[in-house]
């Protein structure tokens, strides 16, 4: 049986997108009649003290798992859990460990064409355990593929550091979250620039509101926030929120500024009846009030006809509004239609004919 070819997708910093990445390869090369592994060598921490960290913890491993229906003979182990525990260990001696070697594992045999490798959060994070992306890299033998977030055309710098530092083993380039008004001199520009180096840009990904967005229940989780008023027959882990829009305003620039956004939540005072009903007649998902726990019966009423539910949280408003935009500044992949939309992305824009080329991957019949 031949080697499992190893694949480590790495990222210059956390949230770039390895999770989604991932994700809709493992599932288009799945489609193609390829066997995929997968494995997370680090286990990404969860520690609010470190909060730079992880994307997300090892919730996303098992996602993935379940997600693609990946048999455990397609996994592979992860050697470490980076946590505050397992930093003191190590700073202070007490874990002298070689985890180098303990990639040893990666190295058997699966029943696996590719096995794709989630590295850690940017390339250094590893580096006191022996487990940087180009330390793993280079033990495993394996190619590293980059994902990036655009940004600005300024990506163009962390992409030639990459080269800079991986070489050879830099097998190419993902940008994603690329703006529309963006996308073509990204393509006519930036695209060129990369190949001209010697960098092989395997997809240019278009921003999408859909992965950009998190779902009303994750945003009760997020908030500990309390439900006032939930629509029958709505189901809050697919009732997505885009934008997020403050209503401090007097009522009638408030009408204004509501209708300028789509698909947003509203944050409120309990108080502000007029600004709920307002916030009800625009494009809003998701209706958040601050202060005291009370909805009127009107405005209940109005947002169980329209299907918004309404939320109450114990904090103040900028607190309420931090914590929801870090929610929306993430790619958070659990929400079922991401996964559909991750897919498809990447079917329409990853040259997948080139990196089976470039992996030294036999190309198989047409099904």
Do not use: W
């Not at 180098?100 to 590719?114: A, P, V």
């Not at 006191?128 to 710098?157: C, H, K, N, W």
């Not at 040259?351 to 099904?367: G, H, V, Y």
Request: charged share 20%; aromatic share 6%.
């Amino acid at each position: 049986m031949p080697q499992a070819k190893h694949l480590l997708i790495g990222s210059t910093r956390s949230g770039s997108g390895k999770s989604a990445t991932i994700l809709g390869l493992t599932y288009n090369l799945q489609v193609r009649g390829y066997k995929v592994g997968y494995g997370k060598p680090i286990g990404t921490f969860t520690s609010k003290e470190l909060p730079e960290a992880a994307d997300r913890g090892e919730a996303d491993v098992e996602f993935i798992k379940q997600a693609l229906n990946l048999p455990q003979s397609l996994l592979r182990p992860t050697l470490l859990n980076l946590d505050r525990a397992a930093l003191q260990h190590r700073l202070s001696g007490a874990d002298t460990d070689n985890y180098s070697t303990k990639l040893e594992e990666y190295k058997e045999i699966i029943d696996g064409d590719l096995v794709l490798l989630e590295a850690p959060a940017n390339t250094a994070e590893g580096a006191v355990f022996g487990l940087s992306l180009q330390e793993m890299a280079e033990y495993l033998d394996a190619p590293i593929l980059l994902v990036m977030r655009f940004g600005s055309l300024l990506v163009v710098d962390h992409i030639l550091m990459a080269k800079q530092r991986f070489g050879d083993r830099l097998l190419g380039v993902v940008i994603n979250d690329i703006p529309d008004g963006q996308y073509e001199t990204t393509m006519e520009i930036l695209h060129p620039y990369l190949e001209n180096q010697g960098i092989p840009v395997l997809a240019l990904m278009p921003e999408n509101r859909t992965l950009r967005s998190v779902s009303v229940s994750e945003l009760i989780e997020q908030l500990g926030a309390t439900i006032l008023c939930r629509p029958e027959n709505i189901d809050l882990d697919k009732v997505m929120v885009e934008e997020l829009k403050i209503g401090a305003m007097d009522v009638n620039s408030a009408q204004s500024y509501f209708r300028k956004s789509y698909n947003k939540a509203v944050i409120t005072g309990s108080s502000r009846i007029d600004l709920q009903f307002a916030a009800l007649e625009s494009s809003t998902n998701c209706l958040i009030l601050t202060g005291r726990p009370f909805v009127s019966d009107d405005v209940a009423q109005k947002a169980m006809d329209l299907g918004v539910p309404i939320l109450a949280v114990n904090k103040d408003t900028l607190g309420t509004a931090g914590i929801i935009e870090s929610c929306l500044g993430q790619v958070r992949l659990h929400e079922g239609i991401k996964v559909t939309t991750i897919c498809e992305m990447m079917a329409s824009h990853f040259n997948f004919d080139r990196f089976l080329k470039l992996m030294q991957i036999k190309a198989l019949a047409a099904l």
